[in-house]
C-alpha cells in the first residue's frame, strides 16, 4: 500500500500534467466569464489550489479537466458578487451576467456554459485584437492558450525572454483599456484578424512538434491542440485558401510523429524514419486539404507552400526517392513571398540533398551574420551537416558542439554531441 507522501507526490505528479493541458481551456473559458485576462488566469490559478489541497485527499477526480473549469467558475461567481457588494463593478462585465447574478449558484454556473463557440477559438482572436501588435497578439495567444513559458516564446521568436514578458503585460492592459469584447469577429474584420491567429496556430504546433526546452522532443499535446484549433478555423472559414494550407501542413508534419523517436525518446532524423511508422490518414487528410487551398487559389500562399514541400517528403516511399530539386525549387517560391533567413537556411539543406554540400554552405555562410540568427543553434547545426559531408571533420565537430551548447533540448543536445563525437570516428 502507497503511504500518504507517496498517494500526495503521485497526485502533485497527476496535478501537474493535467495543468499543463488543461490550464489553456482553463482560462478562456473563464476570460469569457470576467472578460478580464489576469482575473482569468487568477482564477484558474485558485482552482489549481484547491485541486493541490483537495486531490491528494479524495483522489484524482474521473474528468479532471471538468472539476476544474467548474472550481473557477464557481471562484469567478463569487469574486464577482464580492466586487458587486463592495460598491465596485467589472466594467466590462456583460449585462447578460449581471442579470444572471441574481440567480441560484448552480441556475447560474450552466448559464454560462458555452453551446455556441469555442473558448479557445474566442480568445485567439481576441488575443489578435488591432489594437495589438503583431508580435504583442502572437506572445499573448502562445502564453494563455499554448501554455508556453515566456522563455519557450522567446525562443520561438529568436528574442530576449525580458521582451516577451514586456509584450504579454503590455497586451493584457491594452485590451483592458479597450474593454474589447472577447468574440470570434465576422466578415472584414475576421480576414484582417486571420493572418496573426494562422501565425499562432503554426508556432504552437511547432513548439509541439521540435520543443524549444526541456527533456521531450516533442509536446504532443501541443500538436494536437494546434490541429484541432486549426480544424476549427477551416470549418469557419471554408473560403479561406490559407487556412486550408496551414492545416495541410500540419496534418502532414504531424503524420510523422510515432517515428520522430526510439521507443526511450533518442530523436531520428528525417531521412532515418521508419515510413512504415508514418499515419497514412493525417497524410490523406493533409493533402486534401492542400488539394483544397489550390482549388481556392492559394498554391503561392505561405502555408500551402510549406505544405506542398511536406508533400513531396509524404509521397516519397523512401527518403532516397524524395524529389529534392521540387523541394529547393518551392523553397525558392516561399522567400519570394516570405523572406525569412530561417527559409533561406531551409532552403540550403535541400539544395545539398538536390545539388551537393558545397553550394549549399555557401548559401549558410552567407547567413552566418544574420542576426536574428545569432542564438539559433540550427544554424551551426546545418553547417555542421555539410561540413561533415565535405570530409572536414574538425570543423564539422567544432559546429556541432557549437550547436549543443546552443540548444535548450536535452534530447536534440544529445543527438548533436553524438554527432561531434562521430566526427572523431571518422578521422
Known amino acids: 500500500m502507497l503511504s500518504s507522501v507517496a498517494m500526495t507526490d503521485q497526485a502533485h505528479r497527476a496535478i501537474d500534467a493535467i495543468w499543463k493541458i488543461e ?23 485558485d482552482a489549481l489550489v484547491s485541486a493541490l489541497e483537495q486531490w491528494p485527499r479524495e483522489g484524482v477526480p474521473r474528468n479532471p479537466g471538468a472539476w476544474l473549469t467548474q472550481a473557477a467558475k464557481h471562484r469567478a461567481v463569487d469574486r464577482i458578487r464580492r466586487e458587486r457588494m463592495a460598491g465596485r463593478k467589472l466594467e466590462a462585465l456583460g449585462q447578460d451576467m449581471e442579470g444572471l447574478l441574481e440567480s441560484h449558484d448552480d441556475k447560474l454556473i450552466d448559464a454560462l456554459d458555452d453551446d455556441i463557440g469555442d473558448d479557445m477559438l474566442r480568445l485567439i482572436f481576441t488575443a489578435c485584437h488591432p489594437a495589438l501588435t503583431v508580435e504583442a497578439q502572437v506572445a499573448l495567444t502562445l502564453r494563455l492558450l499554448g501554455g508556453l513559458t515566456t522563455d519557450e516564446i522567446a525562443r520561438a521568436f529568436l528574442v530576449a525572454e525580458a521582451t516577451v514578458a514586456q509584450r504579454i503585460v503590455r497586451a493584457k492592459r491594452t485590451l483592458a483599456g479597450e474593454a474589447v469584447v472577447y468574440e470570434v ?48 478555423l477551416a470549418e469557419l472559414t471554408p473560403r479561406e485558401a490559407e487556412v486550408h494550407g496551414l492545416v495541410a501542413l500540419m496534418e502532414i508534419q504531424a503524420s510523422r510523429a510515432n517515428a520522430r523517436t526510439r521507443a526511450d525518446g533518442e530523436p531520428i532524423l528525417l531521412m532515418d524514419q521508419d515510413r512504415a511508422r508514418w499515419d497514412r490518414l493525417l497524410i490523406t487528410r493533409g493533402l486534401k486539404a492542400l488539394a483544397r487551398a489550390e482549388k481556392l487559389g492559394g498554391s503561392q500562399g505561405p502555408y500551402a507552400l510549406q505544405a506542398a514541400i511536406a508533400a513531396c517528403h509524404a509521397r516519397a516511399p523512401r527518403g532516397e526517392d524524395t524529389d529534392w530539386q521540387r523541394i529547393a525549387s518551392l523553397y525558392g517560391e516561399l522567400i519570394d513571398v516570405m523572406p525569412s533567413p530561417v527559409v533561406e537556411l531551409n532552403r540550403a539543406v535541400a539544395v545539398s540533398m538536390a545539388d551537393g554540400p558545397a553550394p549549399a554552405l555557401a548559401i549558410v555562410d552567407a547567413l552566418a551574420d544574420e542576426p536574428t540568427l545569432k542564438d539559433y543553434h540550427l544554424l551551426p547545426s546545418v553547417r555542421g551537416d555539410l561540413l561533415f559531408r565535405l570530409g572536414e571533420l574538425e570543423a564539422a565537430r567544432e559546429a556541432f558542439l557549437l550547436a549543443a551548447s546552443m540548444t535548450r533540448n536535452e534530447r536534440e543536445k544529445a543527438l548533436l554531441e553524438t554527432r561531434a563525437a562521430a566526427c572523431l570516428d571518422g578521422r
Open 23 to 45: 490550464s489553456p481551456r482553463l482560462i478562456a473559458t473563464i476570460a469569457r466569464m470576467v472578460r478580464d485576462l489576469d482575473l482569468a488566469e487568477e482564477l484558474a490559478q
Open 185 to 232: 469577429p465576422r466578415g472584414d474584420e475576421l480576414k484582417d484578424r486571420l493572418a496573426a491567429v494562422l501565425r499562432v496556430v503554426y508556432l504552437v504546433f511547432n513548439e509541439g512538434y521540435a520543443a524549444t526546452a526541456g527533456e521531450d522532443w516533442m509536446r504532443p499535446a501541443l500538436c494536437d491542440e494546434a490541429l484541432r484549433l486549426g480544424r476549427v
